[in-house]
């Protein structure tokens, strides 16, 4: 038998796939904007630009996101602190906070932009 290629239904496929994976992509990306936004006022950084916020979500879901990133980032930033005056005593405290505050956000910041990159130009 021979073997014949539908090129036009393997295209179309992709298509689909790709618009599929560009929806759940363009999700996830709001919603880590989101969070990068809500870590920003929380610890009152401005060194990004402060992203949009997640149209999508309820009230009650953005409460408890903003309840979530300030209980994390408030139960570690002091044990973080504790760590690195470990290795460097002399440091003040407050330059340490700022340098670990500024290197989560830079951290999510990243990881927006990993979201964003991933999103495929070509069906969009």
């Known amino acids: 038998m021979t073997n014949y290629k539908i090129p036009f239904k393997a295209e179309a496929f992709h298509r689909a796939y790709v618009k599929q994976r560009n929806r759940e992509l363009e999700r996830d990306l709001v ?33 408890e996101i903003k309840q979530d990133i300030a209980n994390t980032y ?11 005056q470990k290795k460097t005593p002399r440091s003040p405290p407050d330059q340490i906070r ?7 956000v830079y951290y999510m910041f990243y990881y927006v932009m990993q979201l964003q990159a991933d999103i495929d130009p070509s069906l969009l």
């Open 31 to 63: 919603l880590a904007q989101t969070k990068l936004r809500y870590m920003m006022e929380h610890v009152g950084s401005d060194i990004v630009p402060l992203p949009p916020e997640a149209s999508f979500l309820s009230e009650k879901d953005k409460r």
């Open 98 to 104: 700022l340098e670990i505050t500024n290197g989560m």
């Open 74 to 84: 408030d139960t570690s930033i002091d044990k973080l602190i504790a760590d690195e």
